[in-house]
């Protein structure tokens, strides 16, 4: 009787060493996707699948599936939401396991390090928010929320920013506004850039010629946002803008509250939209015109396709766009009048 391959007998007839054949069969990251394929051959060649590693992989389940997030801020708390809800429609007996491993030696590349955590041994399949790279490898199916920019080999769902920004700034002119300012998102995403090509569509429908002085990158993040708004109101009048599309919620609060700080009305003096619809955007004082995304239906959309991988379906539509919707509330009015000359004395 002949006796049982061991990871020995693997990395002999592979070529490659131990580490690598453990990597390999428990999907963790560090492989490339060729020496993996040639790994796994040998695996079947030779029939180390029967060994505890090869078949824990093949065969078990973890029953958890993670939502990886660089950050627990509103928007990807709004989409975990989402998930929760459609595991337990579909009746799946599944956990969630909410994970956030950006800090772990800066933000770019955080998806693979915390994937080559987990993958394989704690989760069955993950859904990425706002991922910082354009793909991954891993031996598990991955979904992205509001994925990176260029063409991915990921599954992936979104919301209409283009158009959304596009009902942004039509409104904005609707009410007379003329110089509209822009606060950018994250570049390296998508959203951020549709959203910016929706704001110079609606300016150039408009008959409005776009001011490079009146963009300012906000990075989707609170603090850069208030730097940025400063820069954009902290100037004189003639200067500033009479309106301001940020790319996301958090941007335009932070819009918000820098131009109370310098003492400008909204929206007598400033109008102001924002993109989201996070539930912080009506708490504001005033409450915050925005764009709404379906955040919660971005969670569960993606969910759907998670388990429709899970259970070795294929994806009819890999890439899903969502609409999205104006939403008016306090912040935007119509353009201030000018300022009344002097009068001669």
Partial sequence: MNARPTIHDVAAAAGVSLATVSKAVNG???????????????????????SLVASSMRARRTGVIGVLV????????????????????????????????AHQGGADGWERRSLSRLSGTLIDGAILVTPSVLTTTTSVPVVAVDPHKGRADLPSVEADSRGGAGQAVEHLVSLGHRRIGFLAGRPDLRSASLREAGYADALRSAGIVRDPALTRDGDFEMGAARRAARELL???????PTAVFAANDLSAIAVLRTAHELGLRVPDDLSLVGFDDIPEASREQPALTTVRQPMHRLGTVATTMLFTLLEGGVIDRP?????????????????????PAPSRG
């Fill in 28 to 50: 963790r990251y560090g492989v490339s996707p060729e020496t993996t394929a040639k790994v796994m051959a040998v695996v079947d060649a030779l029939g180390y699948e029967s």
């Fill in 70 to 101: 660089a950050d627990f801020e509103p928007f990807s708390s709004e989409v975990l939401k989402g998930v929760g809800t459609a595991v337990r429609q579909l009746g799946a007996e599944y956990d969630l396991l909410a994970y956030s491993g």
């Fill in 234 to 240: 902290d100037v004189r009048p003639a200067d500033r």
């Fill in 319 to 339: 890439e899903v766009q969502l609409p999205t919707k104006l939403v008016v509330r306090g912040t935007t009015g119509p353009v201030p009048a000018p300022a």
